[in-house]
Every structure is written in structure tokens, then in C-alpha cells.
């Protein structure tokens, strides 16, 4: 008798190996049948809960790897937690019934097979993707992954018979509908999409099923079971329409916004506000963008130079949590050939619900205008959503938080060239700024540490 190789394997419900024999024998549904027979460079599984997405990873990647013996594998998770929960345990049953039977190594991250070595990576790190040649790349929670790793996975798919799968449930109307499904829907014959129904599954609840669907928002729903591509729901910005997504010439007076993280990507933002006399409203522009993970400060200095001197930036707005981080950027911004002393660095120590409030307040008046350059900018607004009525940070919102920074920054400190002619509206503000962060003239020593000079810390 054939025995089972996974106690419960979801979808693939009668997946079985018989003792002693390398071959596994499956018996997938018609969706997953076409998904295991494509040789389309990059494959998406774009299902429901319980569907079997993650379920037909494993064997699709075992296949690939009998496809390129001798080439190594790339697995890819959101986090490592959900590498642990999710993947390892449907893929090792797999592997130890087939002739990729190996030893895994915990602390590298790597399955040796006799054949080649399976890499695991996770969203959270794209640089550790850098340096790895794999044929066969899998995906799980794919939609899930910043746009910077989803870069970083194709910069990698430089193999011959390289060939990549994502498993995964929508998001939203982030990257991956942008730079995946709509290639698919366009033609491109490097791309595939094939949307699994919880329903497809036999052995998923019906009642559950058809719970959901009478109580769900309707968009919700069909993400959740069917896994269409849907406007995500509680999105933070949910007034952000893909109209704002359009070329804007930069004003001779440019801001920045910076975000730095030690886990999250360090962003650099660059905008510019339009004063209502010329225009009907206010018009806020996002003209570009930089955006990198696992960088020093002195990577960060080399990067952001080019955008300040591009777009004579002079005031730049940071996160006050990442004081430190930016005192030493600014040092390295000062070594040849960096040197600048006329850049205004102005902390933001407001709570995030403020600068939320104001850049919703934007974007429900049409009065942003996002350059296509912005891509991980234009991604965040797609993405960023609310858990529990609080903004929820677990989707990518690094370079929203910059611009956040940046528009605050702006109605805070005020736009020194406003157009206004209210002179005394504008000293008030400026004076408000001052008591705010504690700006120093800018002959002033700006590298002050001490809390009663005032400087960088003080009070």
C-alpha cells in the first residue's frame, strides 16, 4: 500500500509516494495541472485560502530541479517565521521522499541536495538574494513582497532554464498587478497568471466559503477566496487614484523627506509644493525617490548626493527617531567630493496620526501629483492599510512615510518662497518651526550635542 506523505496536504489531497520509490505520483487539480506542465519563465499561482498554493510549491520546485540537476534553488518567504510555519513543512516531507533526500544547514539557511543547494530567503532581506544564481525560484505570499525585493528576485533570473513561481494571495493593487498580472493580461509571453479557488480544493469548508461570501465585502471576498487583484481594504490613503501617477516638472525649490530603518528600507523622498496663487488648489509634487535596504551610511551618502544636488535640495526632513543615523550621514556627506554645508536638517517629532491626517487631507483634494519614478512611493499607497483602526506598518510604507515627513516638514517650517505676499503668516509659522525643533542660525555649530546648546539633540 501507498502510504501518505503528508497528513493533511490540503489541495493536493492524494498525494502519495510509494515506500521505497523516488517517484511521487499527484493528482492536482486542473489549475495546479496547468501550473506544473507551464514552461512560462515566471508562473503565478494567485489563489484563495486554503487553495493549494503553497501545497503545490514543493513539487513544482522538485520538478524544476529534475529539469536542471546540478542548479541550485532559491525559496523565498515573507518573513522567516512563515518560511518555519508555512514552507518547511510542506516542502521537507518532499524532499526527504525523492532523490533530493539532503541535510539542512539552520543557521545558513541552505538544504543541500546531492543535486544542488535550495537557498532560503525572506522579504525582509532582499540583499541576501544578491550573489545567488539559482534555476528554479518559488515564491510563497508573493503579492506580499516589497517592490524592491521582487527586483532583487529578477535581477537573479540570469540562468538559462531559470524559472520562477509565485504562490500567493492579493494584496492589492500593488506591483504586482503593475509589473506581473498586467504583462500577463497584455500578452507578454514571459508571464502567466492562474487564479485557484478555495473551492478548488475539496476538502476547504463550505459553509466557511459561503459565509464569507455573504458577509465580506465584496472585494475583500474575491481577494480572499478567489484571489482576484482587488483595491485592498482600510487602505490608509484610500482617496490615492493612479490619475496622480503622472509626469510633473520639478520647482527650482525642491524638499526631501527621510525615512532610515535598520530592518525596513532607508528611503529618500523628493517633493516640492505649489503655492494656490498660481494654481486653482495646492499641488504637491513627488518628483523622486530613492530606496535601499542593508546599506552603511556612507552607501546612503553616496546615494542621496545625486537627488540633492539634481534637485538643489536644501531642507531635508528625517524621522527623529533616527538621530544618530543621520549625524552620520551627514559626516559622510561632508567627505570629499560630498561636501555641502548648506543643507538644513530638520527633525519631525510629531506623532504619526498628524502627518497621516494631513496627506490624507491631500490626496482627498486631488492636490498630489506623484511622478512615475515614484515606484516604491506609488506601491505604499496601494498597500499601506490599518489594523484595528491604527495604521499597520507590516506592508511597505517607507517612502510614504518620507513624503508624510515631507509635507509636514513644509506647512510646519513653511515654503520660504511662498507666493502668498502674507508675511506675517509666514513669520509665524517659521517661528513655530523654530520652537518645534530648536533651529539653529546656520552659522551655528549643527553637530551640537549638548541639551542646552540646542543642535541636533537639544531641547
Not at 492589492?172 to 473551492?199: A, C, H, I, M
Not at 459565509?211 to 482587488?230: L, S
Request: aromatic share 12%; net charge negative; hydrophobic share 35%.
Amino acid at each position: 500500500m501507498p502510504e501518505r506523505i503528508i497528513e493533511k496536504p490540503h489541495s493536493l489531497w492524494n498525494a502519495v509516494v510509494e515506500k521505497g520509490v523516488e517517484n511521487i505520483y499527484l493528482f492536482p487539480s486542473p489549475a495546479q495541472q496547468i501550473i506544473m506542465l507551464s514552461d512560462v519563465t515566471h508562473v503565478t499561482a494567485s489563489g484563495g485560502t486554503g487553495s493549494g498554493k503553497t501545497s503545490l510549491g514543493p513539487f513544482w520546485l522538485t520538478h524544476q530541479m529534475e529539469l536542471s540537476l546540478g542548479e541550485d534553488a532559491l525559496v523565498v518567504g515573507y518573513t522567516e517565521g512563515a518560511l518555519r510555519r508555512n514552507v518547511f513543512p510542506s516542502l521537507f516531507p518532499v524532499l526527504e521522499h525523492s532523490r533530493f533526500k539532503g541535510t539542512f544547514s539552520d543557521s545558513k539557511m541552505v538544504y543541500h541536495t546531492p543535486f544542488g543547494d535550495i537557498y532560503f530567503c525572506t522579504n525582509k532581506n532582499p540583499q541576501a538574494i544578491q550573489g545567488i544564481h539559482p534555476a528554479p525560484i518559488w515564491c510563497d505570499e508573493f503579492a506580499s513582497y516589497s517592490l524592491e525585493t521582487w527586483k532583487a528576485i529578477k535581477g537573479r533570473m540570469d540562468r538559462p532554464n531559470s524559472r520562477l513561481l509565485g504562490t500567493t494571495t492579493p494584496y492589492g493593487e500593488n506591483w504586482f498587478l503593475t509589473d506581473f498580472v498586467q504583462k500577463w493580461r497584455d500578452g507578454d509571453p514571459d508571464y502567466l497568471v492562474v487564479y485557484l479557488s478555495s473551492l478548488d480544493n475539496p476538502t476547504y469548508p463550505r459553509d466557511k466559503y459561503y459565509r464569507d461570501q455573504r458577509e465580506m465585502d465584496a472585494d475583500e471576498f474575491q481577494m480572499t477566496h478567489e484571489g482576484r487583484i482587488k483595491r485592498r481594504h482600510g487602505l490608509v490613503y484610500p482617496d490615492f487614484k493612479r490619475e496622480m501617477v503622472q509626469e510633473c516638472e520639478p520647482r527650482a525649490k525642491c524638499y526631501a523627506g527621510f525615512d532610515l530603518g535598520l530592518v525596513d528600507p532607508n528611503t529618500f523622498t523628493v517633493g516640492s509644493y505649489e503655492h494656490p496663487a498660481k494654481y486653482e488648489k495646492e499641488r504637491w509634487c513627488a518628483h523622486d525617490e530613492w530606496c535601499k535596504s542593508g546599506v552603511d551610511n556612507e552607501e546612503i551618502a553616496a546615494n542621496i548626493f545625486p537627488l540633492i544636488v539634481k534637485y538643489h535640495i536644501d531642507t531635508i526632513f528625517y524621522d527623529n527617531h533616527a538621530g544618530q543615523t543621520v549625524l552620520d550621514v551627514r559626516h559622510a556627506l561632508e567627505k570629499a567630493p560630498y561636501f555641502m554645508d548648506n543643507l538644513r536638517w530638520i527633525p519631525m517629532a510629531e506623532g504619526i496620526d498628524i502627518g497621516v491626517s494631513a496627506l490624507r487631507g491631500i490626496t482627498r483634494r486631488s492636490e498630489l501629483v506623484v511622478d512615475p519614478k515614484c515606484e516604491n512611493l506609488i506601491d505604499n499607497f496601494a498597500t499601506y492599510s490599518v489594523l484595528n483602526g491604527k495604521p499597520e506598518a507590516r506592508l511597505h510604507t517607507d517612502s510614504v512615510d518620507g513624503l508624510r515627513y515631507l509635507v509636514r516638514g513644509i506647512q510646519l517650517y513653511g515654503d520660504t518662497e511662498l507666493e502668498s505676499g502674507d508675511t506675517a503668516v509666514h513669520k509665524e509659522r517659521l517661528t513655530h518651526a523654530q520652537e518645534l525643533f530648536r533651529l539653529r542660525p546656520q552659522n551655528d555649530d549643527l553637530y551640537a550635542t549638548d541639551a542646552d546648546e540646542g543642535g541636533l539633540y537639544g531641547n
